[in-house]
């Protein structure tokens, strides 16, 4: 149903918790990009970084499942986005009543995603033609070929160029262990040990001082334990800060590795990068335009916008 007073169309993002804020990140990339869509964003419970939303229901009571019913029952597409085990299908988590023959769509991200074993897994129980992973590794454990990749939207169009080889001192070499099991932290902190460089751990601080800090690397290392990176990576990658992330993925711009949890090959790819300052310099400013390019708002705007049209056409087909 058309917004009153507008011709906007009513998209409604449901999601348990948004972990890492992709939620209000597509709304504002989508409603930045076209006038088409009005994007609102129901969550069932808060994130503990508190991200932006619409709705909460949990904080707001029965007013807040009354305002998500109505809005749900109003809407003319449904993007349900699940992230980890205990919330990945937000349709029935929520217990919302969905209108008949509404258009649905679903999109995934999260780490316990990336375990084939779990039964998060098992995503034949989207009864979905329209299936999206956000992070693009999850595509390995899909052998059905429904499953497509979108990119994850992030603020970074007008982010400055910041990257420079220090003129005096070490490099620095940053991490921010979000979750050491996760990331990797420990062997990635054993390596560092053996380079001639500074380390800067990121963690127990403001985002607004996080994201300084990773302004001031030489290298960001955001994971080496998972195939694939996350928003910590993004955050350094807008200012063309050289970022390693799992496999890598070159149309971002993320650095990769050959081998996982690998002693070796961290310390092999990282003295190659502070051996070659030159090369370095190149990879940076590769990077600072392959994230915005990939990533940023206005192209991501328009990637979620024509999904959008493209699911609202079908259905009335």
């Known amino acids: 149903m058309r917004e009153k007073g507008t011709d906007r169309l009513q998209v409604v993002i449901l999601t348990v918790v948004d972990n890492a804020g992709v939620s209000y990140r597509i709304k504002e990339a989508v409603e930045l990009y076209s ?19 619409d709705i909460v229901m949990m904080e707001a009571g029965v007013i807040g499942t009354y305002k998500a019913q109505s809005l749900v029952t109003n809407a003319d597409l449904l993007h349900f986005k699940g992230d980890e085990a205990d919330f990945y299908k937000p349709r029935e988590a929520m217990h919302l009543s969905l209108p008949k023959d509404i258009p ?36 390995d454990h899909d052998d059905t070929g429904e499953w497509k990749y979108i990119p994850q939207p992030f603020d970074c169009d007008n982010s400055p160029y ?26 990635i902190l054993k390596v560092l040990e053996d380079l001639d460089v ?7 601080v403001p985002v607004e001082e996080s994201i300084q800090m990773k302004k001031d690397a030489t ?10 990176y996350g928003v910590s990576a993004q955050e350094a990658m807008q200012y063309g800060i050289p970022s390693i992330g799992g496999y890598g993925y070159k149309e971002s711009g993320v650095i990769g590795l050959d081998k996982l949890m690998d002693y070796s090959c961290l310390y092999n790819k990282l003295k190659e990068l502070l051996n070659d300052p030159q090369k370095l310099e190149e990879i940076s400013k590769d990077t600072y335009k392959r994230v915005k390019e990939h990533h940023g708002y206005k192209a991501t705007g328009e990637k979620w916008s024509k999904l959008y049209d493209k699911v609202l056409s079908n259905s009335s087909s």
């Open 162 to 187: 910041r990257w420079k080889w220090p003129k005096k001192g070490k490099p620095i070499i940053a991490h921010s262990p979000t979750n050491r099991d996760l990331k990797g932290t420990d062997i």
């Open 198 to 204: 500074e380390v800067v751990l990121i963690e127990n």
């Open 219 to 228: 290298i960001f290392i955001d994971s080496i334990c998972i195939g694939g």
């Open 104 to 139: 649905i769509l679903h999109s995934v991200e999260g780490t316990l995603w990336r375990d084939a074993t779990h039964p998060v897994a098992q995503r034949d129980m989207y009864d979905t033609p329209y299936k999206y992973v956000i992070t693009h590794n999850l595509l």
């Open 35 to 53: 006038d088409k869509y009005k994007v609102t964003q129901i969550q069932a419970r808060r994130h503990i970084h508190n991200h932006p939303t």
